[in-house]
């Protein structure tokens, strides 16, 4: 089994406390794991049963609970299972693999499988960019659109440790500093997080180890494979992707790709959640 909790004590208090904020999702929904290779993997599912599928993927150090704004828009239109990555502070399994292999796909094949699902739309941030982007080069004919949300796997990465190793050393103040330094100014300027957010961003960063091994960028001729309608959203003083170049790669390898690119913001970006509906409403034709 993966320590990737500090304690039993810290694994617990977040997952109470998940389950507390899962209870405010805001359509009706059902949450339940299925069983998979990599062990259970939980899920959130809500709208019609017969309306296209989009799966979405939630960044590394999180969990579903980031979709629940999104969650009534995305729901008007599709049918959304919202999976908490294997190996993160949810409720999945605490299995981790290191990119680069076909482990991952393999854990979306039975996914995908236990939920009756042949293909489906993908929606990833950061890290679950990178999950969604992985399995359509590797799974092609299962993905019908790509959303990518300051996603890791096209561009290079940052050298960010290096810049934040000192706060590791400072507290709760070291912690909430190095929070909003990823984040960037679309996190700080936003106005006041609601209290319960950033309880349990802090209760994760306190009891949580965060994924250290590196994620390679896919080759040229891996993205040059992806045919399907992709959109990228992108921030260009993103502290931990080379937003530059991820945007510099998809203009000139996957030419379909729909680019919105922000100079101002950071890793963090807003979900752009009309935007990602109505591509994904085109990309499904409705």
Not at 158 to 181: H, T
Not at 198 to 206: K, M, Q, S, V, Y
Request: net charge positive; with cysteine.
């Amino acid at each position: 089994m993966s320590q990737i909790y500090k304690s039993e004590d810290g694994a617990r208090a977040i997952h109470e406390r998940y389950r507390e904020i899962l209870a405010l999702w805001p359509v009706p929904n059902r949450q339940f794991t299925v069983p998979t290779r990599a062990g259970d993997t939980f899920v959130i599912a809500c709208g019609a049963e017969d309306a296209p599928p989009v799966f979405l993927f939630h960044g590394s150090a999180s969990t579903s609970f980031m979709w629940i704004m999104d969650a009534a828009a995305l729901a008007a239109h599709f049918r959304v299972y919202a999976v908490d990555l294997i190996g993160e502070p949810g409720l999945s399994a605490r299995t981790r693999y290191k990119p680069g292999g076909e482990e991952h796909a393999l854990w979306l094949d039975d996914a995908f499988s236990a939920l009756s699902v042949s293909k489906a739309a993908l929606v990833g941030v950061s890290l679950g960019g990178w999950l969604a982007l992985d399995y359509a080069i590797r799974r092609t004919e299962r993905v019908t659109a790509l959303a990518l949300i300051c996603p890791a796997g096209i561009g290079k990465l940052k050298n960010f440790l290096l810049k934040a190793f000192p706060y590791f050393f400072l507290g709760e103040w070291g912690r909430k500093r190095l929070r909003a330094m990823v984040m960037g100014r679309a996190y700080t300027q936003r106005g006041p997080v609601p209290k319960v957010v950033e309880d349990f961003l802090g209760l994760i960063f306190r009891n949580f180890t965060p994924r250290r091994d590196p994620i390679p960028p896919a080759s040229d001729d891996e993205l040059q494979r992806l045919k399907m309608p992709i959109a990228i959203f992108l921030g260009g003083e993103d502290a931990l992707i080379d937003s530059v170049d991820t945007k510099r790669r998809a203009e000139t390898l996957l030419p379909q790709a729909e680019i919105d690119f922000d100079p101002n913001i950071g890793h963090f970006i807003p979900t752009p959640t009309a935007k990602i509906v109505a591509f994904l409403s085109r990309a499904n034709g409705i």
